[in-house]
């Protein structure tokens, strides 16, 4: 029997929730476990969770644990360093959901609700990974006073990023049965809330 396009995309969805899981174990035995934090990435990590600019909190746990997984996080000399580790852990994370979302396509049947949804969550994806480029210059270009670094303007940067993965996470309403989706992007959700906590205007030398 023919499988439906639905059972298609479902068996997709598991197939990616299970090679992330399996790179993320692989990742974990190559090391011999995450790097130890290093005092500015706790200090970092502190102060994003006393200063997060969204209502759902990020807390200090999520963030070390968000940057122990990239062993450049330990190597950081400074905050400008860290913020383009973070950044781009974040953008790995799109790339990887956006490429799922791409082949879940490739399966799907035209004019139906899981090819619209998929569509609309494939620009939002793109157009996250666009403004992070933005975000990342940014962090890159700036010369200066680094307790300056840390601005509204770069907050307003990656909420523009949040703004097109909430955006998919409510058309991925519609698409109930594709759970690996909707938590791989509330996932997302939250790396971006993080991002925009650590860029947020607050003092890392206390």
Do not use: W
Not at 40 to 61: G, I, Q, W, Y
Not at 163 to 187: F, Q
């Amino acid at each position: 029997m023919t499988p439906t396009p639905m059972a298609t995309i479902i068996c997709s969805a598991i197939v990616f929730m299970l090679l992330s899981m399996t790179m993320m174990a692989q990742a974990d035995d190559s090391g011999g476990g995450k790097p130890k934090a290093t005092d500015l990435m706790v200090r970092a990590c502190k102060n994003a969770s006393f200063n997060n600019p969204h209502v759902d909190p990020v807390t200090e746990e999520f963030c070390l644990t968000t940057l122990k997984s990239d062993n450049r996080s330990t190597k950081a000399m400074d905050l400008r360093e860290l913020l383009l580790v973070a950044d781009d852990i974040l953008r790995g994370r799109v790339t990887a959901t956006g490429s799922t979302v791409k082949k879940m396509l490739e399966n799907t049947r035209k004019g139906t609700v899981p090819m619209r949804v998929l569509s609309l969550c494939e620009v939002d994806y793109d157009t996250v990974l666009s403004i992070l480029k933005i975000c990342d210059a940014m962090i890159r270009d700036y010369q200066g006073d680094e307790d300056k670094l840390q601005s509204s303007e770069l907050v307003s940067c990656v909420d523009m990023a949040y703004d097109c993965i909430n955006e998919c996470g409510s058309e991925l309403v519609d698409m109930p049965a594709v759970g690996a989706l909707v938590n791989e992007n509330n996932e997302l959700a939250m790396l971006v809330k993080l991002n925009a906590a650590l860029v947020a205007p607050h003092d890392i030398s206390q």
